[in-house]
């Protein structure tokens, strides 16, 4: 018999909709202050979510859901970082 494996799901920032955690870019602040994109999932430090998608990611800069997030506020360079990530 064959175990079933559970899917991690997380929260968008932008829509707030949960999806599963290999569909969505971790964001991520480290104990230096520095934020950056996480493409392994695995780097330490706090993080947040976002669907790759430009309408969820207007979203959630319109929002300053990640200034929220991280308890900080986000550089232009950031969001551009992000924005050229984004399909």
Not at 16 to 22: A, I, S, Y
Not at 24 to 41: A, P, S
Request: aromatic share 4%; charged share 40%.
């Amino acid at each position: 018999m064959t175990k079933i494996r559970k899917i991690p799901m997380r929260t968008c920032i932008g829509c707030r909709e949960q999806k599963p955690k290999k569909d969505l870019i971790r964001v991520v602040k480290n104990k230096e202050d520095e934020i950056f994109i996480d493409k392994t999932g695995k780097a330490n430090g706090r993080g947040a979510y976002i669907c790759n998608d430009k309408n969820c990611l207007e979203k959630a800069v319109k929002s300053k859901a990640l200034n929220r997030a991280f308890s900080t506020e986000i550089s232009k360079e950031t969001y551009e970082e992000l924005i050229q990530s984004v399909d």
